[in-house]
Antibody, heavy 115, light 115 residues
Framework: EVQLLESGGGLIQPGGSLRLSCVVS????????MSWVRQAPGKGLEWVSS???????YYADSVKGRFTISRDTSKNTLLLQMNSLRVEDTAVYHC?????????WGQGTRVTVSS | QPVLTQPTSLSASPGASARFTCTLR?????????IYWYQQKPGSLPRYLLR?????????GSGVPSRFSGSNDAATNVGLLLISGLHSEDEADYYC?????????FGGGTKLTVL
């Protein structure tokens, strides 16, 4: 059974940093692309970043230069390092399989950026 | 003009069919892209439904009933999600998406009301 379990969210001041994790079970992360998608309160889905199975990375313009996606294949864990956080980064962050989320998503971890 | 445009709302009666549209920006040919569809019920995480480019290039998500189907209309450059035999539990937000120029682009979502 595939499971994606995110963690690392929380309340952070603008300009701060957080590191999100997504522990994957049921498949091997090293052979699959993965993505992060976020959803601000009351808003639609917004793609954040993706990494392919050969470690090619992609970022939304809104996070480029501030966020870094990576994989720890030894722990089967997807990571998202978020720096220089802004109020508008406030959202629930989901990890999703593949480049298009064509499978089961994680429940998400909530990030609140506020002073 | 957004890459993908969806109507904000749609209503239909139980047992009827619902037709969701996802209009691609002029110059982005619907026949070239796999259109992905997701369902998000209130308070729940997004669920991958299906993808469609052509009858020979389509894929139904795991456990997604056959009453959910995809198609497209080249004449109007629109991707379509069709739900037949509507149930009250189909009430949800529905998002379309494509992978476009190295980005995962979502439409704004359509809220389905079943009444």
């Amino acid at each position: 059974e595939v499971q994606l379990l995110e963690s690392g969210g929380g309340l952070i001041q603008p300009g701060g940093s957080l590191r999100l994790s997504c522990v994957v079970s049921g498949f091997t992360l090293s052979t699959h692309a993965m993505s992060w998608v976020r959803q601000a309160p009351g808003k639609g889905l917004e793609w954040v970043s993706s990494v392919t199975e050969i470690d090619t990375t992609y970022y939304a313009d809104s996070v480029k230069g501030r966020f870094t996606i990576s994989r720890d294949t030894s722990k089967n864990t997807l990571l998202l390092q978020m720096n220089s956080l802004r109020v508008e980064d406030t959202a629930v962050y989901h990890c999703a399989p593949g480049l298009m989320g064509d499978g089961d998503w994680g429940q998400g971890t909530r990030v609140t950026v506020s002073s | 003009q957004p890459v993908l445009t969806q109507p904000t709302s749609l209503s239909a009666s139980p047992g009827a069919s619902a037709r969701f549209t996802c209009t691609l920006r002029s110059g982005i040919n619907v026949g070239t892209y796999r259109i992905y569809w997701y369902q998000q019920k209130p308070g729940s995480l997004p669920r991958y439904l299906l993808r469609y480019r052509s009858d020979s290039d389509k894929y139904q998500g795991s456990g997604v009933p056959s009453r959910f189907s995809g198609s497209n209309d080249a004449a109007t450059n629109v991707g379509l999600l069709l739900i037949s035999g509507l149930h009250s539990e189909d009430e949800a937000d529905y998002y379309c998406a494509i992978w476009y120029s190295g980005t995962w682009v979502f439409g704004g979502g359509t809220k389905l009301t079943v009444l």
